[in-house]
């Protein structure tokens, strides 16, 4: 898969008239702002309520999700599903998204190979997570991994340092003043982001690959009952 030399970025494909999750959804299906919708099967958008008192930012989409257009419906979703379970957080109050909404890989024969996105990848994505976020009001943001703390938080950010701590959010943002303001109707009015809760951790799928599983699912559900405290 040939690398992206120019990536003009989302928000060309972002109509100003897209003011719900389901105007960006359909917006987002259409979208060319990196190389990598050219071998995706389709765009992976976020789903779950826009009133979800959590939202889940995940990397990209992997196989299975691209070929159903869902985000965390293969092994690492199922794993997630169970630890939100664990940590006693209400599945029907989260939503679920990616810093980057194509799947990226690599062909070996008819497999396709998980490949990290690139900053390219992530930064030409970024604003769907900026508009999504627009129409999100969580009390706590959940982070899985490197790739989404990039996205959110910037290339300094390490999980391996910082997962499990309770963070200010929009404050902690790498560029805050994206996400602190939010539409409150459609004329056009904006009013201040409410002050909420992010909190890091590891990928499900880091789980998957870990030596002892147990241990690294353990680390993530002690996390995500961290994030669950907040709601109470």
Not at 57 to 74: A, N, T
Not at 110 to 118: F, L, N
Not at 143 to 162: D, I, M, N, S, Y
Request: glycine share 8%; with cysteine.
């Amino acid at each position: 898969m040939a690398e992206t030399e120019n990536a003009p970025g989302a928000q060309e494909f972002i109509p100003p008239s897209a003011d719900t999750i389901d105007a960006l959804r359909t917006a987002a299906a259409c979208c060319r702002g990196c190389e990598l919708y050219r071998d995706a099967s389709r765009t992976v958008f976020g789903r779950g309520d826009e009133s979800a008192r959590v939202v889940f930012v995940g990397e990209q989409p992997g196989d299975v999700e691209d070929q159903q257009g869902l985000p965390f419906v293969g092994p690492a979703g199922r794993l997630l599903r169970k630890a939100v379970d664990d940590a006693g957080l209400d599945p029907g109050q989260i939503y679920l998204t990616n810093a980057v909404k194509h799947f990226r890989f690599e062909l070996r024969g008819r497999r396709r190979i998980h490949q990290t996105p690139d900053r390219v990848h992530i930064t030409a994505c970024r604003p769907w997570l900026v508009a999504e976020f627009a129409r999100l009001r969580p009390e706590v943001v959940v982070v899985l991994g490197a790739t989404a703390a990039k996205a959110l938080l910037g290339p300094t950010f390490r999980v391996t340092r910082q997962r499990g701590e309770l963070l200010p959010w929009p404050a902690a943002a790498q560029h805050p003043e994206d996400f602190a303001r939010v539409p409150v109707d459609r004329s056009g009015a904006v009013a201040d982001a409410p002050d909420t809760r992010l909190l890091a951790t590891i990928h499900p799928s880091a789980v998957l690959r870990a030596d002892n599983q147990d241990i690294a699912y353990e680390g993530l559900v002690a996390d995500l009952k961290v994030a669950a405290g907040v709601l109470r």
